[in-house]
């Protein structure tokens, strides 16, 4: 049981280049997030995907794209990167419990950590 | 503004030492969460609450959600080295969209 793998680890892009961030979860889980961690302001939602074929967006979600064709995969892309999308970014995935109110736990990936020149 | 404030924003202390974080907000909220975050790694669950006024106790962890569920606080008692990162927590609002707090950054010194 691998949990949630993100690759690449690291990433350096040059301004305008794109990219895709990589997320793949084997816990069947069906709620699927991407956050970005800035120094000093936790984690913000960009998007976030309740089940294959569904996606909405978060927090900050201008200058990313998601899709979620298949319920393992939840890939990220990074349309034409800016130096302010310079951050370290995380996967996340939970069950959905269907309990009211109740708030399921997150499982998150290892990070990617992208500088944007 | 952030619909979590956490505080206080750093904390260095003794290793032995007893440590109380918050993290408040004028919403009230189903259920809080928190998470710890060590260097390089993605935040680990340490626990959730549900009911207003409720205490959680994990080791030396005790967890308090406010009775009016708009804020929540983490006491640790007896500190060890092995507590230092960043703590934080995190509330889903009803569109199933997750709000973290900016963190409180603990680090414990031999």
């Known amino acids: 049981n691998a949990g949630v793998t993100q690759t690449p680890k690291f990433q350096v892009l040059k301004t305008g280049q794109s990219m895709t961030l990589q997320c793949a979860q084997d816990?069947?889980?069906?709620?699927m997030s991407w956050y970005r961690q800035d120094p000093g302001m936790g984690l913000r939602l960009i998007h976030y995907?309740?089940?294959?074929?569904?996606?909405d967006q978060g927090e900050v979600p201008n200058g990313y794209n998601v899709s979620r064709s298949t319920t393992e995969d939840f890939p990220l892309r990074l349309l034409s990167a800016a130096p302010s999308q310079t951050s370290v970014y995380f996967c996340?995935?939970?069950?959905?419990?269907?309990?009211?109110?109740?708030?399921?736990?997150?499982?998150f990936g290892p990070g990617t950590r992208l500088t944007v020149l | 503004t952030q619909l979590l404030e956490q505080s206080p924003q750093f904390l260095s202390i003794q290793e032995g030492e007893n440590l109380t974080v918050y993290c408040n907000s004028s919403?009230?909220?189903?259920?809080l969460q928190w998470y710890r975050q060590e260097p390089g790694e993605g935040p680990v669950l340490l626990v959730t609450?549900?009911?207003?006024?409720e205490v959680k106790k994990l080791k030396r962890l005790t967890f308090q959600f406010g009775d009016a569920r708009k804020d929540s606080s983490l006491h640790i008692t007896a500190a060890q080295t092995g507590d230092t990162g960043l703590y934080l927590c995190?509330?889903?609002?009803?569109?199933?969209?997750?709000?973290f707090g900016s963190g409180t950054k603990l680090n414990v010194k031999p």
């Open positions: 995907s309740v089940g294959a074929g569904i996606t």
């Open positions: 919403s009230v909220f189903s259920s």
């Open positions: 996340a995935s939970s069950y959905s419990s269907g309990l009211a109110g109740f708030t399921d736990t997150q499982y």
């Open positions: 995190a509330v889903k609002n009803n569109f199933n969209k997750f709000y």
């Open positions: 609450v549900v009911t207003g006024g």
């Open positions: 816990m069947n889980h069906e709620y």
